[in-house]
DNA sequence: TATCGTTATATCTTTGCAAATATAACGGTG
DNA sequence: CACCGTTATATTTGCAAAGATATAACGATA
């Protein structure tokens, strides 16, 4: 009959924290190694990969990523073990939402 | 620490069905008996809102509003059975979903 | 110290959506 | 048949978000 969706996010004292955008890049972040190389991946623009990645780390209470720029290679984006542990934390979340919403779709079977 | 939000709606095959504002539009047309004065109720352009109407009549299976147009008093919109009866389901459907981001809170203790 | 690819940031342009405005059509009532 | 408040619809305006472009700063390495 009619689907149920859903959209998630974590909200701290500083604003929106993480959603499913923000853990794409995350994701992309970690399989690429850089910033601006995580963006293209994802067809995203580096101002808008960069926008977010700030949000995150501003709304976050510890460091989500480490940056260094410059160097051999010019440098890259890491993501520290938190942020991993939240990417996982957050999937798992998502995944137990996605069967909750199943479950409920009886509600609506008339 | 961070706290859980989320935001779910309803699709069908003609695209989005309901979601909170429109949840929200079509309980105030249920009090004001009219569209006009259900927008205004919201601080909402009336433009809006007979686009949302519009848009969840186009999605439905079967008629959410009865609207007349004319006549003594104008005319006005009444929210159908089949309305007021999804109007119930969905907001079970957020009372449920709120317990259960409650309760998963706790996935993100740490 | 020249090079390189990255992060960082400013500025301008575009574009898509929201809001505002205007006007027509409707039809029961007095 | 004039009036009224509603539904219905087109057009214009405004604005904020997104995108494009350009450029500076960084620092290990050779």
Redesign the interface.
């Known amino acids: ?12 004292e500083k604003g929106i ?2 959603g499913e955008g923000r853990i794409q890049l995350l994701k992309a972040i970690e399989t690429e190694g850089s910033l601006s190389k995580a963006a293209k991946s994802l067809n995203m623009s580096y101002k808008k990969a960069w926008n977010l990645i700030d949000a995150i780390n501003k709304s976050s ?1 510890k460091p989500i990523v480490t940056k260094s720029t410059g160097g051999n290679g010019g440098g890259g984006t890491l993501v520290t073990d938190y942020g991993k ?2 990417i996982k ?1 957050f999937e ?2 998502k995944k ?2 996605w069967e ?2 199943n479950s ?1 779709s009886e ?2 079977k ?1």
């Open positions: 009959m009619y689907q149920i969706k859903s959209r998630i996010w974590l909200e701290g924290f993480l209470i542990l939240k934390q798992l979340l137990n939402c909750f919403m409920q509600l609506f008339d």
